[in-house]
Nanobody
Framework: QVQFVESGGGLVQPGGSLRLSCTVS????????MGWYRQAPGKQRELVAAIIRGGSTNYSDAVKGRFTISRDNAKNTVYLQMNSLKPEDTAVYYC????????WGQGTQVTVSS
């Protein structure tokens, strides 16, 4: 059974930074492609960044150049470094396989506001 625990969210001013962590229990190494997703109020969940086991990454146009996804296979953890945050980045952030396959975790709230 694969489970995800997201952490690192919070309240930050526009232009600020946060680093999110996703700890994966279960067969993390077997997950070839991991993603960070977000869901803003009233909107559908969307994929913002993905990383394959070998390290190649992809980003949505909305976050490209500002967010960086990374993974530490030894720690069963995926990270999302978020810089130059904007109010429109406000959302609950989740991690899961890309495409999503397992149950969603609780997520971590990111609020960008002055």
């Amino acid at each position: 059974q694969v489970q995800f625990v997201e952490s690192g969210g919070g309240l930050v001013q526009p232009g600020g930074s946060l680093r999110l962590s996703c700890t994966v229990s279960g067969s993390f190494f077997t997950i070839y492609r991991m993603g960070w997703y977000r869901q803003a109020p009233g909107k559908q969940r969307e994929l913002v960044a993905a990383i394959i086991r070998g390290g190649s990454t992809n980003y949505s146009d909305a976050v490209k150049g500002r967010f960086t996804i990374s993974r530490d296979n030894a720690k069963n953890t995926v990270y999302l470094q978020m810089n130059s945050l904007k109010p429109e980045d406000t959302a609950v952030y989740y991690c899961n396989k890309d495409p999503p396959q397992y149950f969603w975790g609780q997520g971590t709230q990111v609020t960008v506001s002055s």
